[in-house]
């Protein structure tokens, strides 16, 4: 199979998503680290979502990008995880940055379009998830 080709295996396939996986939490696991270590600072200058205010606010942002992207980096509970990360980065999006997707709310964008895709396929086979599946 060269690069040219339009064909495809499911060990490319899966192959993909481990990449894709992996990559996304990589960069988004980050974020929701810095929230947690610095969430005293942080919580008086959150967005306020809902009204919850912006202390429990930036805990569901915090649970999202950092507790949610360990379980999507591992494979484990992916679909499930990935919902609360989808909310958050389309928040961002909407409220945080104004829908300015090609500007400031490129980042989040991106992140959901990523999560999105890996709620519809699943985490693929090298994942906790795709070992339980045998």
């Known amino acids: 199979m060269g690069f040219l080709s339009a064909t495809y ?3 490319s396939i ?11 939490c990589i960069l988004l696991i980050p974020h929701g ?14 967005l ?3 009204g919850l205010g912006s202390d429990v606010s930036l805990g569901l942002s915090l649970f999202a990008e950092f ?6 980096l591992f494979g484990l509970f992916t679909r499930l995880a990935t919902i609360p990360i989808i909310i958050n980065m389309g928040v961002a999006t ?6 300015d997707v090609f500007d400031t709310a490129e ?3 991106l992140f959901l379009i990523g999560f999105l895709t890996l709620l519809i396929t699943g985490p693929g086979r090298y994942s906790i998830d795709g070992m339980f599946r045998k």
């Open 9 to 11: 295996t499911n060990r």
């Open 14 to 24: 899966n192959t993909g998503l481990l990449v894709l996986r992996l990559g996304m």
């Open 94 to 99: 909407a409220l945080a940055h104004n829908f």
């Open 67 to 72: 507790f949610c992207g360990l379980f999507v």
């Open 48 to 50: 306020s979502f809902l």
């Open 33 to 46: 680290y810095n929230k947690l270590v610095n969430f005293a600072g942080m919580k008086d200058k959150f």
């Open 107 to 109: 980042k989040p964008m």
